[in-house]
């Protein structure tokens, strides 16, 4: 029902409307002196209105577009098209913000808290109704494709790592070397096995 962009976003600069720059720059310049980690640890909930509103791809609705410390420009694109009653961060937004929290899981009960399952049938979702939320996944991506509005893609989050040796024990990284050159496996080829070792 609406959209959030990280701080840091590029988008945040094209996005703000002259009308919000200076509550933006304010919030931007409050949000410049916390440090990645502690906007995760943070729970409460703050940010701005930019003025400006992404038109949904699929249904045609405008969504405000909002900025946000609990968005990190880091993970992703720095961009989340928010889903208050199935997100609990999202929802805390919403409802500090005021702004709407449409069910899409048939039978979820969000009156106190988002209902967080990846699980039931989808309702509120246009072509997507009736589909168990796994099967809906595949669909709106498909759907995506289909009308080159994007690709599906995955990120792998390695955050906050030390992998101080890479031993026998220690994790297993998808890279070999030969003649020097390190090579990464394919995603088939995963998950790595390691070689048995005589005790």
């Known amino acids: 029902t609406f959209m959030v ?18 509550a933006v720059d304010a919030y931007i310049l409050k949000t410049k002196k916390r440090t990645e980690r502690e906007r995760i640890a943070d729970k409460s909930v703050s940010g701005v209105f930019s003025g400006s509103y992404a038109l949904h791809p699929f249904t045609g609705d405008l969504l405000p577009i909002w900025i946000s410390d609990y968005v990190l420009a880091g993970y992703g694109t720095g961009a989340i098209m928010a889903v208050p009653a199935h997100d609990s961060r999202d929802y ?74 890479q031993r026998y024990w220690g994790e297993p990284f998808p890279v070999y070397y030969k003649d020097g ?6 995603e088939g080829e995963l998950p790595l096995e390691l070689p048995e070792v005589d005790k």
């Open 5 to 22: 962009l990280a701080p840091e976003s590029e988008l945040v600069e094209q996005l703000t409307t002259p009308e919000q720059r200076n």
């Open 92 to 165: 805390a937004f919403a409802k500090h913000f005021n702004l709407s929290i449409v069910p899409l899981i048939e039978g979820c009960d969000i009156s106190e808290e988002s209902f967080d399952a990846k699980e039931g049938i989808l309702m509120n979702s246009g072509f997507l109704n009736g589909l168990p939320v796994k099967e809906a996944i595949v669909k709106a991506i498909e759907e995506v494709e289909d009308r080159n509005l994007g690709f599906r893609k995955v990120n792998f989050r390695l955050r906050d790592a030390i992998f101080s040796r």
């Open 181 to 186: 050159m390190p090579y990464t496996l394919d």
